[in-house]
């Protein structure tokens, strides 16, 4: 706890590392790949922009007016209440609307920061605005204002927050929002905890195989049980660092390992720590399963990975041919998938994606095939 505590003193915390490489599996252009880690129950951004239309739809043609109300409260020191401010998050459409709004947050927090907000939170409301006008830069420094302090004090916001930097690759930029989570004393959550050991595995270095540790330690001491998905970022970390035995032991806490991402990790941990028998008796297991039984779930693993199975194997003549029957066999019942290891880890099963890229391009009503914006006008 006290190594997390003083992340944000401890500027070498922050400092970049050299990337290291998987022995015999290349990782690098994956890294590349863009992926969201939050469903769309957390990121809720689907219901966001319901409401966004809703609101419009309520105050058709009068936003300007409604901007210009609230702007002059703000001249007379007015109050600004509770579902002005919500009204006002759910009509911004440009950068200029957010300015405007983030000085009717500064008010609205001055008059009601005393006060008990119940369950409502406008933190993840206003994350939420950010994520789909692509503002990180001023959501971060909001959450960060000290100002402020109270007005993001859910995890959900602060999980937002480190979604939209994962989605765009800045890890270091998720990693400072994680220390300023901790840094305000905000719980952490299931959600925050795999964002938390996805950002460790993507920045890849010393600092972060501190605080990788460290998180572990904490969940350790308290008998928690690590999310699966956290718990996979953190064996595809520890692998990365050569840590082998660790990867192998976080594996072992798995409590339901029936997945195919749970299949690759325990085959690459196999080909670091265990015999070339061990990685040919799974591999053997997993064809022998599905061969001549059209209705059992098949295993399948990365060609990514078998490749670099293969290539351990080379020099021995007799290992490698034994492997390629194997790998062949595999390839005939469809069990060798073309994802990268990268890939799996960052997947997000399909009922729990957010659809967000789907309510950008879609411009016609499903009930009526008319254009939105023509049915909105008709209304």
């Keep these: 706890m006290a190594v997390l505590g003083s992340w944000a003193a401890r500027q070498g915390l922050l400092g970049n590392g050299n990337q290291s490489v998987?022995?015999?599996?290349?990782?690098?252009?994956?890294?590349?790949?863009k992926r969201y880690l939050l469903a769309d129950d957390i990121l809720k951004l689907h219901e966001f922009q319901k409401k966004k239309l809703a609101t419009l739809y309520q105050i058709y043609g009068k936003k300007d007016l409604y901007f210009q109300k609230i702007q002059e409260k703000l001249?007379?020191?007015?109050?600004?209440?509770?579902?002005?401010?919500?009204?006002?998050?759910h009509l911004c459409t440009s950068m200029s609307d957010v300015e405007f709004t983030k000085?009717?947050?500064?008010?609205?927090?001055?008059?009601?920061?005393?006060?008990?907000?119940?369950?409502?939170?406008?933190?993840?409301?206003?994350?939420?605005?950010?994520?789909?006008?692509?503002?990180?830069?001023?959501?971060?420094?909001l959450i960060k204002d000290q100002s402020l302090q109270g007005f993001?004090?859910?995890?959900?916001?602060?999980?937002?927050?480190?979604?939209?930097?994962?989605?765009?690759?800045?890890?270091?930029?998720?990693?400072?929002?994680?220390?300023?989570?901790?840094?305000q004393k905000v719980k952490f959550s299931k959600d925050t905890y795999i964002l938390a050991f996805a950002i460790c595995y993507k920045l890849n270095n010393s600092n972060a195989c501190k605080i990788c540790k460290t998180l572990l330690d904490e969940i350790e001491m308290r008998g928690d049980l690590l999310p699966r998905q956290a718990a996979s970022f953190a064996i595809a970390f520890a692998v990365e660092q050569n840590e082998f035995e660790k990867a192998k032991a976080i594996y072992s806490q798995i409590m339901n390992t029936d997945s195919?991402?749970?299949?690759?990790?325990?085959?690459?941990?196999?080909?670091?720590?265990?015999?070339?028998?061990?990685?040919?008796?799974?591999?053997?297991?997993?064809?022998?399963?599905?061969?001549?039984?059209?209705?059992?779930?098949?295993?399948?693993?990365?060609e990514e990975l078998l490749t670099s199975v293969g290539g351990k194997l080379k020099p021995h003549t007799e290992l490698h041919k034994r492997f390629n029957s194997i790998y062949q066999r595999l390839k005939l019942e469809g069990q060798i998938?073309?994802?990268t290891l990268d890939e799996m880890l960052c997947y997000t099963p399909h009922e729990l994606k957010h659809n967000f890229h789907l309510m950008n391009s879609r411009k016609y009503s499903r009930r009526t095939f008319r254009s939105l914006q023509s049915t909105l006008m008709a209304e």
């Design 103 to 141: 000085q009717v947050i500064y008010r609205y927090h001055e008059e009601n920061k005393s006060v008990m907000f119940g369950e409502f939170r406008f933190g993840p409301i206003f994350l939420r605005l950010c994520y789909e006008l692509d503002l990180e830069d001023t959501a971060f420094n």
């Design 75 to 89: 001249q007379r020191n007015g109050l600004i209440l509770r579902d002005e401010l919500k009204t006002l998050l």
């Design 337 to 339: 998938s073309a994802s």
């Design 22 to 33: 998987i022995k015999g599996v290349s990782w690098g252009c994956s890294h590349q790949v």
């Design 260 to 302: 195919k991402l749970c299949n690759n990790l325990l085959l690459l941990i196999k080909l670091h720590t265990g015999t070339m028998e061990d990685v040919f008796r799974l591999l053997e297991s997993a064809a022998d399963a599905t061969t001549g039984h059209r209705f059992v779930k098949k295993i399948k693993f990365s």
């Design 152 to 183: 993001f004090s859910d995890c959900t916001s602060f999980n937002i927050m480190m979604d939209m930097f994962f989605t765009k690759g800045q890890y270091e930029r998720a990693l400072e929002v994680l220390v300023e989570m901790r840094n």
